[in-house]
């Protein structure tokens, strides 16, 4: 603490200064032409704001210290490598652009594809393209459904036909469990020997921070005796590599989770998902959070009429049916977008406007909780002696919030966040079911399993859309529960205070 | 000390917390013996393990943080670590009850109290339904609950404060215990009600035949129904003697700082003594005496060798101390006494006479809503109808009972709290009626030192930003760097380092934060400070050195001080004039001497005869019945006639109208004056 050489925020500063510059000025380099949606613009202001908000707490003990705690725990930290796995992907796939068409003749200066990819796509590539006819199985050769076919001989007959990609590289068909077997095989020592050129890596960087020579290091790594603990965190990105490697491997010649009615690989829609995922249980909470804060602690400390008003408010909003709104003011989005059609550039700006639509519904209807938390919370505090004292000082009101109110509920915020975001991903899922979640065109996992429902009753069974929504969905709100519960307990004064 | 009449007797207990090198030894081998039928006390500051050493009686150690490492704990031929929890739980609240220091939280609220003794009675003595009730009643009836067989079905939450634990009491003996383990049972309480808990437990004693281990801080509780004192200090016992013994020729360096640290009358005008530094972690490994680095009598060998245990014989009785001076074989140096602790500022100083603040017929009344459109049903009248008056340089003592409403008084003297009606002049302006801006720029001058320092400051902002707030807001110091330099100087004058500035509240001891708290004060440089019982959450020794810190100050700076509190002792060494609330007004108001010399209200009276001291001539306690009425409605006429052993027809028919007698003070009294 004794040297204050630099300000807190010099590092994220040319963090988000080099991100901004790359985000404005790559695309001309690769002839693209970038395309920035406002849940791009909101994500990336999101990832600033934690980037700063990291630096900060880092110079402040008393906010540091749970994180450090956090951080030891092997639970949590294996919840935020699989969290930062899906984070990963959904920020590779918030970088929207659109392609240049080759050049026709006489064509004045480039026309544009009207198909917005992202780079998470382009890493997808084979994924994304090798689409089928309709249904197949999970590494199936053929079609689920049979199809009547003219035979070269002229003859009609009913057949299964062999698949446009799944498996096309095979001529023999009973040579598919020996494929299979090899690709996988084949990516499981790729990931194998990532994770090991992973633990290198840390190897050599702790060995530094801990001045030790690079093999003590990773010994040290290897039995576990580390106060961050790195085994548990290699072990867990080691499975995850293995298991990225050994699906990347096989779905350059199959479909891992089949493809749906369309034809589309259902793995790619499930990736794809990710991001929706991630923007819903971000951003309503980036829309939420003033309105909770400030309402909240103004209700605690200034209490009387503000109170009262305050009070009308949420009150009143929470005893309205939250579905009923939600679908009140998704139907009346869709026809204003329905009406204003020279609005949108592309479909998928359309589409993201709905989703940031229902972000925003959303979060009016979830303040309520963490403004009557906040409030009560406030009240406690604005009895506390150093508020008075503050009082006695003639200090300002919202210097007071300011100052003494907001950083001693802000672990409240904290814990509540890091608990709604998975219960928004699931949020997210049920009203796209319900048919008022984000637009059809938007893949999701709500899409996903709302299309399962007809697959579910066809005869043979569907069960790839819905297992791999479920698969994902699964996991990231799982890792997400899991860091949650890790944070509540190092933030938690009470359950922090029964040790001595 | 030998026989057969001995209860309880303790060897070498050790508790510890925690494994490895970085253990905390909470208690590290204590021995003591308790006889049939006395009272035992163990005596020592906060976290000295007095508490730790009583829980470790009965195996209560908070497991699996703490364990007992070693120890024999003989109780009537058994050896009670030795016992399973099964046995064990035959033991507690059947041979060995405990009472402890918040009977608000000791008792079950959702439980009536005749089932919350009930269940005592049925767990250890079997008794069926109907006798459970019967022998609850009586115990009520012992412990002194008036109307018992109404009380029986309350919850905790409708009796008050001292009558919860009296329930706790009842709750103690229901078993029939040999021995009641009593951890601070009054520090909760008021002095009236503290002398009425202290006295019931005596005659209890007295009736049953019981032995009682008294666990406290208080010099003054132990002065008065001890039979034998351990003093503890950092996890041992330092020393131990009968109380006679002990007070009139304490030993031990330690002990003998302790009984010059506790304020009273005749040390006005004098520095306290103060024992500086302080308790060292428990954490660490000690190779000589754990008090040598506080100690002004210590000398290098202290430092060194660790002080075994040494017994000397006096009038047949044993008076043991660990300390080397009274080590046979060792020839300790002679004491230099350090002339320095008796210099101080002297009651020479001379009376100014200009008014700082005065206050007149200051009422908050605090509306009481109910119902569907929240009507006004009634009021709190917290205070009623205050007039004080405090002079630049001086020190006015607000003395009262926990919810006489003397710290709503203080704030709201301040504004702090929006007052009713009333007066507060301060330099020609009504600060009860300044327009909130004016009011804001006025605040400079009056500032509040408050009760608990660990609340008083926020967590979440170092100590130099919490010092410099005040000046930020009042515009003093231009530059930064010029508010840096003057909150060193703050940190300075009240005996911090100026790298305190840069560390968090919470890595500072009470003490300490309440030295920030006033040089926060300080900062505004302020005419009067409003100290809101700013010693009642410290040890003795460090309410010394808190005590002289102020009185330092107001020297330096002719501060002007209102001090609220309920402590006499405090008073009588720090105060000028005392004004004595009661239930929202003050019944007696006037310079300090002629107040504590000859107290005129029954209150006033009652209230000083209740306090406990440490000298040993006997004084009659005045015991007030009841506890204080309800400030919602209180009693008509005089609002003390319900409680006043002098009552007259008259008191109960108007408030009698305020007296001033010759001597300066006002009364409030129709036994005087008339």
């Known amino acids: 603490m004794a040297k204050r050489s630099r300000p807190f925020w010099l590092w994220p500063a040319v963090t988000v200064l080099i991100l901004a510059l790359a985000w404005w000025q790559l695309p001309a380099q690769f002839g693209v032409r970038p395309v920035y949606l406002w849940t791009d613009r909101l994500i990336f202001l999101l990832l600033a704001g934690a980037l700063f908000l990291g630096g900060w707490i880092r110079r402040r003990e008393h906010l540091r210290q749970p994180w450090v705690e956090v951080f030891r725990q092997r639970r949590a930290m294996v919840a935020l490598v699989v969290l930062l796995a899906f984070v990963i992907t959904g920020l590779l796939d918030s970088v929207h652009y659109r392609k240049p068409l080759p050049m026709v003749d006489g064509q004045q200066g480039v026309q544009y594809s009207v198909e917005v990819v992202t780079l998470l796509d382009e890493l997808l590539g084979t994924l994304r393209e090798g689409t089928e006819k309709t249904y197949s199985a999970p590494f199936a050769m053929t079609q689920l459904a049979r199809e009547t076919v003219t035979l070269p001989d002229g003859t009609q007959s009913r057949i299964r036909p062999r698949l446009r990609h799944g498996g096309a590289h095979l001529t023999d068909p009973s040579q598919r469990g020996r494929d299979i077997l090899a690709s996988g095989l084949a990516g499981a020592?790729?990931?194998?020997?990532?994770?090991?050129?992973?633990?290198?890596?840390?190897?050599?960087?702790?060995?530094?921070?801990?001045?030790?020579?690079?093999?003590?290091?990773?010994?040290?790594?290897?039995?576990?005796?580390?106060?961050?603990?790195?085994?548990?965190?290699l072990v867990t990105a080691g499975s995850l590599l293995v298991l990225m490697a050994m699906t990347a491997l096989w779905s350059r010649h199959w479909h891992v989770f089949g493809t749906d009615k369309v034809g589309e690989d259902v793995l790619y829609l499930a990736i794809k998902s990710i991001r929706t995922g991630l923007v819903i249980g971000t951003l309503t909470t980036l829309v939420m959070l003033p309105f909770a804060i400030l309402l909240g602690?103004?209700?605690?400390?200034?209490?009387?009429?503000?109170?009262?008003?305050?009070?009308?408010?949420?009150?009143?909003?929470?005893?309205?049916?939250g579905v009923l709104l939600i679908a009140a003011a998704v139907l009346s989005i869709q026809v204003y977008i329905a009406n204003h059609p020279d609005l949108f550039e592309t479909a998928t700006d359309r589409a993201d406007l709905r989703l940031l639509a229902l972000c925003v519904i959303l979060g009016i209807t979830s303040w309520t909780n963490l403004c009557r938390l906040l409030r009560g919370e406030t009240f406690k505090l604005r009895e506390m002696d150093y508020i008075q004292a503050a009082t006695a000082f003639g200090v300002g009101h919202f210097t007071i919030l300011g100052r003494h109110v907001l950083p001693n509920v802000l672990h409240i915020v904290l814990i509540i966040v890091v608990l709604d975001f998975s219960g928004l991903v699931l949020a997210e899922a049920v009203l796209s079911y319900v048919g008022v979640g984000v637009d059809p065109s938007t893949i999701s996992w709500g899409n996903m399993i709302n299309g399962a429902r007809l697959e579910l009753a066809r005869e043979p069974v569907v069960w790839w859309s819905l297992a791999a929504a479920f698969v994902f969905m699964f996991a990231l709100v799982l890792s997400a529960n899991l860091f949650a519960d890790a944070v509540r307990d190092a933030f938690d004064p009470r359950l922090r205070e029964q040790s001595p | 000390?030998?026989?057969?009449?001995?209860?309880?007797?303790?060897?070498?207990?050790?508790?510890?917390?925690?494994?490895?090198?970085?253990?905390?030894?909470?208690?590290?081998?204590?021995?003591?013996?308790?006889?049939?039928?006395?009272?035992?006390?163990?005596?020592?500051?906060?976290?000295?393990?007095?508490?730790?050493?009583?829980?470790?009686?009965?195996?209560?150690?908070?497991?699996?943080?703490?364990?007992?490492?070693?120890?024999e704990v003989w109780f009537d031929g058994q050896d009670l670590l030795a016992l399973s929890e099964q046995q064990m739980r035959q033991v507690r609240g059947h041979r060995i009850s405990m009472i402890f220091q918040e009977p608000m939280t000791s008792l079950n609220p959702v439980m009536t109290v005749g089932e919350q003794i009930g269940e005592v009675l049925e767990q250890h003595l079997g008794l069926p339904r109907r006798a459970r009730r019967d022998r609850t009643i009586e115990l009520l009836t012992d412990v002194g609950i008036p109307a018992p067989a109404r009380r029986i079905d309350d919850y905790p939450h409708q009796l008050s404060?001292?009558?919860?634990?009296?329930?706790?009491?009842?709750?103690?003996?229901?078993?029939?215990?040999?021995?009641?383990?009593?951890?601070?049972?009054?520090?909760?309480?008021?002095?009236?009600?503290?002398?009425?808990?202290?006295?019931?437990?005596?005659?209890?004693?007295?009736?049953?035949?019981?032995?009682?281990?008294?666990?406290?801080?208080?010099?003054?509780?132990?002065?008065?129904?001890?039979?034998?004192?351990?003093?503890?200090?950092?996890?041992?016992?330092?020393?131990?003697?009968?109380?006679?013994?002990?007070?009139?020729?304490?030993?031990?360096?330690?002990?003998?700082?302790?009984?010059?640290a506790v304020p009273d009358r005749r040390k006005r005008g004098r520095k306290l003594e103060t024992i500086s530094g302080n308790v060292p972690p428990l954490n660490r490994?000690?190779?000589?005496?754990?008090?040598?680095?506080?100690?002004?009598?210590?000398?290098?060998?202290?430092?060194?060798?660790?002080?075994?245990?040494?017994?000397?014989?006096?009038?047949?009785?044993?008076?043991?101390?660990?300390?080397?001076?009274?080590?046979?074989?060792?020839?300790?140096?002679?004491?230099?006494?350090?002339?320095?602790?008796?210099?101080?500022?002297?009651?020479?100083?001379?009376?100014?006479?200009?008014?700082?603040l005065t206050v007149r017929d200051l009422k908050v009344h605090f509306p009481i809503r109910k119902g569907l459109f929240k009507r006004v049903v009634g009021h709190v009248y917290a205070v009623d109808g205050v007039d004080l008056q405090i002079a630049d340089g001086r020190t006015l003592a607000l003395v009262g009972e926990s919810g006489c409403g003397k710290t709503t008084a203080g704030k709201a003297i301040l504004r702090l709290?929006?007052?009713?009606?009333?007066?507060?002049?301060?330099?020609?302006?009504?600060?009860?009626?300044?327009?909130?801006?004016?009011?804001?720029?006025?605040?400079?001058?009056?500032?509040?030192?408050?009760?608990?320092?660990?609340?008083?400051?926020?967590?979440?902002?170092?100590?130099?930003?919490?010092?410099?707030?005040?000046?930020?807001?009042?515009?003093?110091?231009?530059?930064?760097?010029?508010?840096?330099?003057?909150?060193?100087?703050?940190?300075?004058?009240?005996?911090?380092?100026?790298?305190?500035?840069?560390?968090?509240?919470?890595?500072?001891?009470?003490?300490?934060?309440?030295?920030?708290?006033?040089?926060?004060?300080?900062?505004?440089?302020?005419?009067?400070?409003?100290?809101?019982?700013?010693?009642?959450?410290?040890?003795?020794?460090?309410?010394?050195?808190?005590?002289?810190?102020?009185?330092?100050?107001?020297?330096?700076?002719?501060?002007?001080?209102?001090?609220?509190?309920?402590?006499?002792?405090?008073?009588?060494?720090?105060?000028?004039?005392?004004?004595v609330m009661y239930l929202g007004r003050i019944v007696e108001q006037g310079p300090v001497d002629a107040?504590?010399?000859?107290?005129?209200?029954?209150y006033t009276r009652a209230l000083l005869s209740a306090v406990p001291s440490l000298d040993e001539n006997g004084r009659e306690i005045i015991r007030l019945e009841g506890e204080l009425p309800s400030p919602i409605n209180p009693p008509p006429g005089c609002h003390f006639h319900p409680r006043c052993p002098d009552a007259m027809p008259v008191c109960a028919e108007r408030y009698p109208d305020p007296v001033t007698l010759p001597d300066g003070r006002v009364v409030k009294c129709h036994l005087v004056g008339d």
């Not at chain 2, 309880?8 to 050790?14: E, I, M, T």
């Not at chain 2, 001292?162 to 029939?176: F, H, P, T």
């Not at chain 2, 107040?595 to 029954?602: A, E, G, K, N, Q």
């Open chain 1, 189 to 233: 020592a790729i990931g194998v020997g990532l994770t090991m050129l992973v633990w290198l890596l840390l190897g050599a960087i702790l060995s530094r921070r801990w001045q030790t020579s690079w093999r003590a290091a990773l010994t040290r790594i290897v039995h576990g005796r580390t106060e961050v603990p790195w085994r548990a965190i």
């Open chain 1, 297 to 321: 602690i103004m209700a605690g400390y200034f209490r009387g009429w503000v109170d009262d008003i305050i009070q009308y408010l949420y009150t009143t909003l929470s005893s309205i049916p």
């Open chain 2, 1 to 71: 000390m030998s026989g057969d009449d001995i209860l309880l007797r303790v060897r070498d207990l050790r508790v510890q917390f925690g494994q490895g090198p970085q253990a905390v030894r909470a208690v590290d081998g204590v021995d003591f013996a308790i006889r049939r039928g006395e009272t035992f006390a163990l005596l020592g500051e906060s976290g000295c393990g007095k508490s730790m050493s009583a829980l470790a009686l009965l195996q209560l150690v908070p497991r699996p943080a703490g364990r007992i490492t070693s120890g």
């Open chain 2, 161 to 260: 404060g001292g009558m919860k634990q009296r329930v706790m009491i009842a709750m103690a003996l229901a078993g029939e215990p040999d021995l009641l383990i009593a951890d601070e049972p009054t520090t909760a309480l008021d002095v009236t009600i503290q002398a009425q808990v202290l006295e019931l437990l005596a005659k209890i004693q007295r009736d049953t035949g019981m032995a009682i281990l008294l666990i406290t801080h208080d010099l003054g509780i132990v002065a008065e129904t001890v039979d034998h004192v351990a003093v503890m200090y950092a996890g041992q016992i330092v020393e131990a003697a009968s109380r006679r013994e002990l007070f009139a020729s304490p030993l031990h360096p330690y002990t003998r700082k302790l009984f010059a």
């Open chain 2, 285 to 356: 490994r000690f190779t000589g005496c754990r008090f040598a680095e506080r100690c002004d009598e210590a000398w290098l060998r202290c430092r060194e060798q660790a002080p075994a245990w040494t017994e000397r014989e006096t009038d047949g009785e044993t008076h043991g101390v660990r300390c080397l001076r009274y080590q046979p074989g060792i020839e300790a140096p002679r004491v230099v006494s350090r002339p320095g602790s008796e210099t101080g500022s002297g009651e020479t100083k001379p009376a100014s006479a200009s008014t700082l």
């Open chain 2, 417 to 579: 709290i929006a007052p009713t009606a009333g007066e507060v002049i301060y330099d020609g302006q009504d600060l009860a009626r300044l327009p909130a801006d004016e009011l804001r720029r006025l605040r400079a001058r009056l500032q509040i030192i408050f009760q608990d320092p660990f609340a008083s400051m926020n967590p979440r902002m170092m100590v130099g930003n919490i010092v410099e707030e005040g000046m930020r807001a009042q515009g003093i110091g231009r530059t930064a760097e010029e508010r840096r330099q003057r909150v060193a100087q703050l940190l300075e004058q009240v005996g911090l380092p100026p790298e305190a500035a840069r560390r968090y509240p919470h890595e500072f001891s009470g003490g300490q934060r309440q030295r920030i708290c006033i040089a926060r004060a300080l900062a505004v440089e302020p005419r009067l400070i409003v100290c809101d019982e700013p010693t009642s959450a410290l040890d003795v020794s460090v309410q010394a050195q808190t005590l002289n810190l102020l009185k330092d100050l107001q020297d330096r700076f002719g501060l002007g001080y209102l001090f609220i509190t309920h402590n006499i002792s405090v008073v009588a060494y720090l105060a000028h004039d005392v004004a």
């Open chain 2, 595 to 602: 107040i504590l010399d000859d107290p005129r209200h029954p």
